[in-house]
Every structure is written in C-alpha cells, then in structure tokens.
C-alpha cells in the first residue's frame, strides 16, 4: 500500500533539491522501514540538536559561568546558573517566600509561577543528586560570595544539568506532538527538530515548558477537544505570558464555524487551569506572586526591542508608561487586523496560522525580545509554514539577532570613537523585518489558501484517496 503520508523530499522544493545528493525524492514505490517511522527519526534528530546545544556551551560550562566576557564572546550565556545563588536556590528557598531573612538576601523571581515551580523542583533534585549539602550553614554567607564556593559551583553545574534533561525531554515531547497535529504531514515537526535556533536558545531560559502547552494546544485542537486546548493554553500563561494571544486566534475559527460554546469551554478551561496553577504561589506568597507582573508593568526599553533603538537612537529616553500604552495600542491594531484577515478568507484559516500572526505582533513592539524568544515561534512556525526557504530565511534573521547581542553585551560591538551601537540597531531592524516577512507569507496563505502546503495537500488528497483526505 502507498504511504499516505507527505514526503519532504516531494513536497518542499528545498528539501527535494537537497535529496539530489543522496539519490533523490522518494519513489512512488518506496518502502517503509520496519522500525525507523518518522516520528522515530524526528526524536532522534531532536535529541541529536539538543545535544549540540550542549557542545556550544561547552566553554561556558567548563568554568561554571564563571568566565566574565566569555559568556559573549562564545555565546554560551544562560540565567540558570545565575539564578541557581541569584534567586535563593542554593539555600532552597521557596519562591513565593514571605520571610523576611529570605526576602534581605534575596530578589523574586521575575517569571511566571510555572518557570519558579521548575526551578524550584530542579533545585531540589541538585541538592539530592549532590548529597543534600546543609543548607543552614549558607544563611550567614554574603550572597554575592556563594558563587564562589566550591561545593556551590558543583551544584550549578548540576542544576545545569538537571534542567537540561528536563528540556530536552520538553524539547521531544513538543515534536511528538506537532509531528501528529496534520496525521498526513509529521515531518513538519522537522522545522522545530532540526532548527539551529533550537540548540542555540533552549538553555538560556525556562521558555520550553510554554513551548511544549503551544504544541499541546495545537494537538489538542486538531483532535477536536477544546477542553484540554484550554487546559494547555492556561498551562502555557502561566509559564510565559504569550500563550494567552492564542485564544483570539480560536476566536477567530468559532466565529468563522459558529463553534462558541467551544470557545467558551476553551476559554474557562484556560481560566480554569491557570487560576489553579497560580494559587499555591499566590496564598504563599501574595506579594511576591504579584512581583511578575509590576517587573514587567515599571519596566522600560530593554535589549532587542524596537523602543530600545529608538531611545538609543535619539538620546531621548522613553518611559515605562509610553512604551506600555504604545505596545498595547499597536497589539490591538495588528488583532484587529488579523481578525479582519480571518474573517475574510476564502476558508477558515489554520489555529497556528491565525496564532503565529498574533504572535509575531506582540513581539514586534514588546519591551524586551530576549535571544530564546524565538521558540515562541518556532511550533506555531512549523506547522503554519511549513517550508524551509521561508524558514530559513526568517531564521537568518533570528540568528543574526542572536549573536548581535552577545556581541552588543559583551562591547564588541562600540565604535573605537565611542558612538552608539549601530550594528546592534541593523541587527534588530533585520530580525523585526524577518518577522514580518514570515507574518506576511503565513497572511498571503490566509488570503490565498491556495498557496498554503496544508490546504493544497489536503485537495490532493482528497482528489487521490477521497477517505484518507479529510
């Protein structure tokens, strides 16, 4: 029987060049091979990447973090283990803490409850692994001091590690699931597995947990079941703020199909499961629950936005309070006009389509567009678009932004007479452009379903084999 399935080799006409090296596209008779299916290959590819990540941080690895400018030179920066001593998990202190000794010696956590729960879990299978070390004795060392430690140093290498497993377990669940979100188009999934963004950003921060709910979101709704696509989209917000703008893309389908009791199980289930996620930081520690969402409110033009070059550029700097109102203001402009975009195309456009858009137009004018914040793309990415010149030409984008900052951090990039950054400024206006380039392709396909890989495989399918093409 013929594979039903979408080769790349004959349908992505970059992929299909590239196999002209190793014999070609697939033939119409081609076997299957009794073990290696492709989701088998897709996880194996990406725990291939997700250990290359760990060779280009080799260096910083080496001398725990410890190695001033190399962190920049090399690229191999991560918060981990800053905030391993930074954020009290050397001496296992809850997050949320209230305390009073613990609040003096140490900063909350800036993240979302979901990112403190990993970092607290991990923390504690550190200090397993590593002999649980007696903590007590640490309260009357100077923060600034634990660093340096030996047996501290010992541990951030270990609690390194110990997230890096867990990542990279996030890491091939989320192509498990996006290699199943199109039944007919599993290698799909390879955009993400074999993405040279993946290796160079998933240890930089805790971004993978939203990442793998995105993916799970996606799955959930391919398979018609709004409640868990609620569950996974509240999972997500509160690991990452983003998750959230998914649910105006599914605003957009229910409209479109008159589907709003689904949206309305969606979205209680998403309020639901994020409610419940957040309460036992929130009865803990009401405070310092509350402190993820002032950091972000007071805070100004930072690394990679727009805001920051216009600030730079000008010499005029540009408060909290304007960039907020201004980022709303554009975020409600580009929703309104992917929802005029859903509302008027020829079919009802895809959930990552519609979810990518809105995406793209919250990080275009955030505050902040840290190097990993490209993997908040890549799920919704791949199965939007999946086509590897588009793909590769939005990744150069990213990627040049990627070793532009390291540059930018560690001075490299200063003219010898003293002026501003301007590289860094190309660097980010290339990347904005990028961005814009795969929102107006994946919008074109919206418009033009036609020229959509999805949509126009699912024609051929169903003119080929009327049952497998639905």
Known sequence: MTDPRVHPTRDDPVVAALSEGVGGPVGDHAGRHPWWTPVRVLLALTAVVMALGLVQKTSCYQDAWQGGDQRYAHMCYSDLPYLYTGRGFAELAWPYSDDTQVRARYEVMEYPVVISYWAYGAAWITHA???????????????????GRDDVARETLVFVVVNVVGFTALALLAVWLLAGVHRRRPWDAAILAASPALALTATINWDLPALVCVAAAAWAWARDRPVLTGVMIG?????????????????????????LPDLLRVTLAAVGSWLLVNAPAYLTGPDQWQHFWT????????????????????????????????????????CAGVLAIGLRAPVTPRFAQLGLLVVIGFLLVNKVYSPQYVLWLLPLAALARPRWRDQLVWLSGELLYFAAVWWYLGGY??????????????????????????????????????????????????????????
Request: proline residues 6%.
């Open 235 to 259: 999972l997500g917000t509160a690991a990452k703020l983003y998750p959230l703008l998914l649910l105006g893309a599914l605003l957009v389908i229910c409209l479109r199909e008159r589907r």
């Open 129 to 147: 692994v590593t002999g649980s070390p007696d903590v007590t004795e640490r309260y009357g060392v100077p923060v600034g001091e634990l660093a």
């Open 295 to 334: 950091f972000n409110s007071d805070r100004g033009p930072d690394l990679g936005s727009a805001w920051l070059v216009a600030e730079q550029a000008t010499g005029d700097a540009i408060a909290a309070g304007t960039v907020n109102l201004g980022s709303w203001a554009f975020l409600l402009v580009w």
């Open 413 to 470: 990039l200063e003219p010898a007479d003293g002026g501003e950054p301007g590289f860094y400024w190309i660097a980010i206006t290339v990347r904005v452009a990028a961005e814009l380039y795969l929102a107006a392709v994946v919008a074109r396909d919206v418009l033009q379903p036609e020229h959509d890989p999805v949509w126009e495989e699912r024609q051929l399918a169903r003119r080929r084999h009327p049952i497998l093409g639905g």
